[in-house]
């Protein structure tokens, strides 16, 4: 009987395990079995102590079979920093390839500034992740922090504690040839006579790296075992109406500084009122304005990323990344797709203007065609989202061209005589998708709604960036551009601004 009772016991330890992890445990380190001098309670079991309470604050490395390796992975790591104003590693995921020997860093950082971060350093890439400690703290209390990545998607989702916080595209961007090697560090890096240099000032319990990408369900599953009463990162109010944007925001919004001019864009979004954002030009800086707004974030490329007040439920095939970003976006009892764009400016037309030379018009229309390419991939990619008119879909962006509804007749004088069919906004309109500022503002005449470029009024004035949509269930209200601010407006682009109404099912 007693053997069977230890055996029922192991079973459920087992069983328990297998539910906290999953099946393919890479790595587990809960550190039980390092000397009591280098534990303090956890919140998991006992956890590493490396304070400055602590005598011995020596870094652990561990190495990991690579033959366990599956490429998708979700690694783990229960962290409390003390409040120190430095930087630290925290946990650094280090993998070497077959590839010319390339390695990639996946590392959870602790900033001076007392919130986590996450940054992937590769042989000629780093990308980034770090919010600002209003939200996501690390040095009052125990937090669990998480990387998720679906290496079929090739896709990364960052969770602080239950929230999906941040997604980010990272397509082309991992090595395609086998793992040769795989070190874990924790606590920092080893550096100093001591070794003890660099070592993180906190304590981490619980570490772990399973074979899979957890979704958001297993994350919460997983952090509501230890916290249950913690209110978590807000998902919008119920809503009627929402806001979307699109907005350029030139070079990451730093030709004003690179701290002044991202908080200037920042403060432009807040001052509209925007739920949810497409964003282009976005280079860096993304992550840090989403998290200023507190919305949640998709990073497809440097150039295009979304955010949202509202949780972003998925993201979508889309066309290449530079070019195109969709994603799913649940308001309400409703969902949206939503279309993040920039193309091409393949001929500099107001340019030519400016300095008074006509404009080959057969050669002008032949270049355009090459943008209008690129919106057919997008649209190819969007299309089963179209069909099915149920779900609105929106789309946002710079189109770095103007629209055959500006560049009319009526107006011939102001776009220095000529009349342009735009080959995108006609592609455009063919397929019944409606431009928002136009169907407010039907008169380019009396309200031209120009975008480029707020900061050089002297060049020719044009409506290049817009905010079209179809589908069943919404409603325009309002449309305006955005171009103002209390000291001085960031972008070479204004905003695009449009309010819908969206019907519940």
């Known amino acids: 009987m007693r053997f069977l009772f230890i055996l029922i016991l192991l079973l459920v330890f087992q069983y328990s395990e297998e539910k906290v992890y999953g ?10 079995k390092l000397s009591s001098d280098r534990l303090q309670k956890g919140i998991v079991g006992n956890a590493l102590n490396l304070r400055e309470s ?7 490395k561990y190495t990991v079979d690579p033959s366990k390796w599956q490429g998708s992975f979700t690694l783990t790591a229960w962290v409390w920093a ?13 993998i070497a390839y077959s590839d010319d020997s390339t390695q990639q860093n996946w590392q959870f950082i602790k900033q001076s500034n007392n919130a986590w971060g996450w940054v992937l350093k590769g042989d000629k890439m780093t990308l980034d992740y770090k919010p600002n400690y209003k939200r996501q ?20 989702s960052l969770y602080f504690n239950s929230n999906e916080v941040a997604i980010y595209s990272l397509e082309d961007l991992i090595p395609k040839g086998s793992v040769t090697s795989i070190d874990v560090w924790v606590g920092g890096e080893e550096k100093g006579e001591l070794g003890e240099w660099d070592t993180f000032n906190g304590m981490i319990d619980n570490v772990s790296i399973v074979g899979s990408a957890w979704q958001k369900e297993k994350v919460k599953e997983y ?20 806001r979307v944007m699109s907005y350029n925001i030139w070079h990451g919004g730093n030709e004003t500084g690179k ?5 200037r864009i920042v403060d432009v979004i ?22 200023e707004l507190g919305y949640y974030f998709y990073l497809r490329s440097s150039n295009i990323s979304i955010m949202s007040r509202f949780p972003i439920v998925e993201t979508l095939a889309a066309f290449k990344p530079f070019h195109n970003g969709n994603a799913k976006i649940q308001v309400g009892k409703r969902q949206i797709v939503l279309a993040s ?23 002008w229309k032949k270049v355009q065609e090459g943008n209008k390419k690129t919106l057919v991939g997008i649209i190819e990619k969007l299309e089963p989202y179209i069909k099915k008119s149920q779900t609105p879909v929106i789309i946002a962006g710079d189109f770095n061209s103007g629209s055959h509804l500006d560049w009319v007749n009526a107006v011939k004088e102001l776009n220095s005589g000529y009349i342009m069919p735009f080959p995108t906004s006609i592609f455009l309109d063919s397929l019944s998708f409606e431009d928002t500022f136009r169907l407010v503002h039907p008169n380019p005449k009396s309200n031209r709604g120009l975008t480029w470029t707020p900061i050089n009024p002297d060049t020719h004035q044009d409506r290049i960036d817009y905010i079209y949509m179809m589908g069943d269930g919404i409603k325009v209200i309002d449309s305006q551009v955005l171009k103002n601010h209390s000291v001085r407006y960031p972008s070479d682009h204004a905003a695009v601004l449009t309010t819908f109404i969206l019907t519940e099912k």
């Open 23 to 32: 099946q393919e445990v890479i790595f587990l380190e809960d550190f039980e």
């Open 54 to 60: 602590a005598y011995n604050r020596k870094v652990l």
């Open 82 to 94: 003390e409040e120190d104003y430095e930087n630290y590693n925290v946990i650094d995921l280090k």
């Open 137 to 156: 703290n690390i040095s009052k209390g125990w937090n669990l922090l998480c990387m998720s990545f679906d290496s079929k998607r090739e896709e990364l």
């Open 223 to 242: 952090y509501r075992q230890y916290v249950k009463d913690r209110i978590e990162i807000g998902e919008g109010k119920r809503v009627d109406t929402i």
């Open 259 to 263: 701290r002044v001019g991202v908080d």
């Open 270 to 291: 807040k001052e509209s009122g925007a739920d949810i954002i497409a964003m282009q030009e976005t280079y860096g800086s993304g992550a840090r304005i989403a998290d």
């Open 341 to 363: 764009i920039w193309l091409n400016f393949p001929i500099d037309y107001w340019t030519e203007i400016d300095k008074g030379n006509p404009l080959n018009l057969e050669k």
